[in-house]
Nanobody
Framework: QVQLVESGGGLVQPGGSLRLSCAASGTVFSIGTMGWYRQAPGKERELVATITSGGTTNYVDSVKGRFTISRDNAKNTVYLQMNSLKHEDTAVYYC?????????WGQGTQVTVSS
């Protein structure tokens, strides 16, 4: 069983930055791909970024050049550095991790971009 706990969300002005963290706990060995998804009000959940255990990254086009995903395998933690935030980045951000071919989700953290 894997528990994912996110932190780092909040309110930020347009153009600002936030860093999200997601720590996996439980009896965990060799987590696979980890990632971040987001869901804005009235919209479906969408992929933001993923990173494999080897460090290969993938981003949705709308965040390329602004967001950076990284991970610390020793800490079973994934990060999302978000720069140049825009109003349209406002959403609940969810952490995801694949462990033994089962996807796990965090509870979500709210990111609000507003002046």
């Amino acid at each position: 069983q894997v528990q994912l706990v996110e932190s780092g969300g909040g309110l930020v002005q347009p153009g600002g930055s936030l860093r999200l963290s997601c720590a996996a706990s439980g009896t965990v060995f060799s987590i696979g791909t980890m990632g971040w998804y987001r869901q804005a009000p009235g919209k479906e959940r969408e992929l933001v970024a993923t990173i494999t255990s080897g460090g290969t990254t993938n981003y949705v086009d709308s965040v390329k050049g602004r967001f950076t995903i990284s991970r610390d395998n020793a800490k079973n933690t994934v990060y999302l550095q978000m720069n140049s935030l825009k109003h349209e980045d406002t959403a609940v951000y969810y952490c995801n991790a694949d462990y033994r071919f089962i996807p796990y989700w965090g509870q979500g953290t709210q990111v609000t971009v507003s002046s």
